[in-house]
């Protein structure tokens, strides 16, 4: 109506409520002109930084995070990121940048790309050139059961050369505020190239306190500030820098990144225990019991019926019975699949629907398990989870972003059960979940805090058997043996052997990637489905050539089978990041040859 400041507002007030309202951001821009980018790194600050690592093809020169805060917590973000190509890759993936996020979550819009090529001269000057192209990608992985609307905006450096200078600038807006009030920013600093320079600034309103802290992994060497001072207008102004941040080396069995690298947080949560109080209420209305529900927690807990003096008395199942069913049920009838779209990234459904469609995602099932354990007079917790694979981090702040799953506690039995855990018993934990970095989410009145999840004892896990190996002159052989997977190594077997009428055939696949060859004569295994024990194995095979024979000489290769050691654990020449192992294991294994 001619009114602009009048549209100006209302369409500021519409991007208030709804970041990620395009057609108000376009409008906006179109009457005031586009908004001010808070950033202050620029080329000339880092370009003429030396080389920290010349056999890398990047090196990030600088990047810069900039976080403005709104009083419900929800943010609106800029980063700028300026690298170095010192060698060109021949694949164009290897050129290109990749910005992830998840479209119900938050939106992305890249502000600006540009190649910087230097120009000869005595004074170090630049000429500029932007990169149009933008690609909108999905990247949802639903092959293992968690769908959701993961995607990547990528940006192309197709047609660059060595020495050159790449820049990107990219603002993501919250899309509204899913837990108002709660900030919660987890950031990994070192990448797998050198960075010169890491700066955040995060501007918090007034009414809006953060704790921030610095992890610095041992033996980490490089320079790092930060400040936090009042803003004019209110609220305070954090300020962290970092320099010289090495690569993270690329090598195997190492752990997960934010345990050998610097990690910056800030939080509104105060401890452990206001998050556990938190989550915990957050589920609290998730948990609904329906009678289909209560009729088979009634079945779970009935006992054998017994006749004494021609009376029929109904007795109870034991806890533990009791427990192994409804583990049972939740594990194998619930399948595993995830919807992660908006607020249930975080919240499970409700504990009524996920049992009456049969599938959820490890906090929808360990939710569900709590809910029957319950009604059973059974006491289990959610438990929130940092699997090992992730990497511990000492001193974290109180976090929801530290945890990437979810299991139950059993305080009576003092242990972990996984849900999701398809082939694993009761007292069979996935190596993830063991030594990993847990919360319970228990009553108000339980010590609430980050702990360490129990690791097997050696007995617990590994291989117990004997092999008896009659070999012939012509270098042949019959093979005999015994042997029972224990613990972690029971549940490959159960499910590699699951189907009745596929065990023979692979079962001699799998043997005959040891002894090629190898004719299966007979077998015996113990029933996949029963997990209250080890996997037992008893066969008898025979091997065309499994030694070689030179007159009374005899040569046989791979003679006690356990190896594969040295190309898991020891495939670098040189490391210099721990090696995770896993639970330690027992391999008792005897090998009895007969010539």
Request: hydrophobic content about 40%; proline content about 9%.
């Given at each position: ?135 909108l ?77 610095l ?47 610097p ?15 938190w ?67 975080v ?16 906090k ?47 305080p ?19 190596r ?23 690791v ?11 092999w ?24 490959y ?53 499994l ?49």
């Open positions: 109506l001619g009114d602009r400041p009048a549209a100006a507002k209302v369409l500021a007030d519409v991007l208030v409520a709804d970041p990620a309202h395009a057609e108000a951001r376009r409008n906006l821009e179109r009457l005031v002109g586009a908004e001010r980018v808070p950033l202050t790194l620029t080329l000339d600050e880092v370009a003429g930084a030396p080389i920290l690592d010349p056999d890398q093809s990047f090196e990030v020169l600088g990047e810069e995070l900039f976080v403005q805060l709104r009083p419900d917590g929800s943010a609106t973000r800029w980063t700028r990121r300026i690298l170095r190509a010192q060698s060109v890759p021949e694949q164009r993936d290897a050129k290109t940048l990749r910005i992830r996020f998840d479209p119900t979550q938050e939106s992305v819009r890249v502000l600006g790309a540009y190649v910087h090529r230097p120009v000869p001269g005595a004074i170090p000057t630049f000429d500029t050139r932007p990169v149009p192209d933008r690609l990608q999905s990247i949802s992985e639903d092959w293992y059961g968690l769908y959701y609307d993961l995607r990547q905006l990528a940006v192309p450096f197709d047609h660059i050369q060595r020495g050159d200078v790449l820049e990107v600038t990219w603002r993501s807006d919250a899309v509204g505020q899913l837990f108002p009030g709660v900030v919660d920013l987890f950031e990994v600093l070192s990448d797998r190239v050198p960075k010169h320079l890491q700066r955040i600034i995060v501007d918090a309103p007034p009414g809006l306190s953060l704790t921030t802290r992890s610095r992994p041992p033996g980490a060497r490089f320079a790092a500030e930060e400040t936090a001072v009042p803003r004019p207008g209110g609220g305070i102004r954090h300020t962290f820098a970092a320099r010289d941040l090495p690569a993270l080396p690329a090598e195997g069995a190492a752990p997960g990144a934010a345990e050998v690298a990690v910056w947080q800030a939080t509104t949560f105060r401890s452990w225990r206001e998050v556990a109080l989550y915990r209420r957050l589920i609290e209305p998730q948990r609904v019991l329906s009678p289909a529900m209560k009729a088979f927690v009634a079945t779970a807990t009935a006992g054998t019926p017994a006749s004494p003096g021609g009376r029929t008395l109904t007795t109870r199942a034991t806890p533990g019975e009791i427990l192994t069913r409804l583990y049972d049920y939740v594990t194998r009838e619930v399948r595993y699949v995830g919807l992660e779209f908006g607020i249930h990234g919240k499970p459904y409700r504990s009524d629907l996920v049992w009456s469609r049969r599938f959820g995602d490890c929808d099932k360990a939710t569900l398990l709590s809910v029957l354990l319950a009604e059973a007079g059974l006491r289990g917790e959610v438990t929130l989870v940092r699997t090992r694979k992730q990497g511990r981090l000492d001193g974290a702040l109180p976090s929801l972003s530290l945890f990437d799953h979810a299991v139950v506690w059993l009576t039995r003092d242990e972990l059960v996984d849900p999701t855990a398809l082939h694993f018993g009761l007292g069979e934990l996935p993830d979940d063991q030594g990993a970095q847990i919360l319970v989410l228990g009553r108000p009145e339980d010590p609430l805090d980050l702990a360490i999840s129990k097997d004892p050696p007995a617990r896990n590994g291989v117990v058997g004997t008896i190996v009659t070999v012939d002159p012509r270098g042949r052989a019959g093979i005999q043996g015994t042997v029972s997977f224990l613990g972690t190594q029971a549940p077997y159960r499910a590699l052997l699951l189907d009745p009428a596929a065990q023979a055939q692979r079962l001699a696949e799998l043997m005959n990637r040891r002894y090629p060859g190898l004719s299966l004569r007979d077998f015996r295994v113990s029933a996949p489905t029963d997990r209250s024990r080890p996997f037992d194995l008893v066969f008898h095979a025979e091997v065309p050539v030694a070689q024979v030179d007159g009374r000489r005899l040569t046989i290769p791979r003679p006690t089978g356990l190896d594969g050691q040295v190309d898991r654990f020891a495939t670098e020449e040189a490391r210099s990041l721990p090696i995770v192992m896993g639970p330690p294991m027992r391999f008792a294994v005897t090998y009895r040859y007969v010539l």
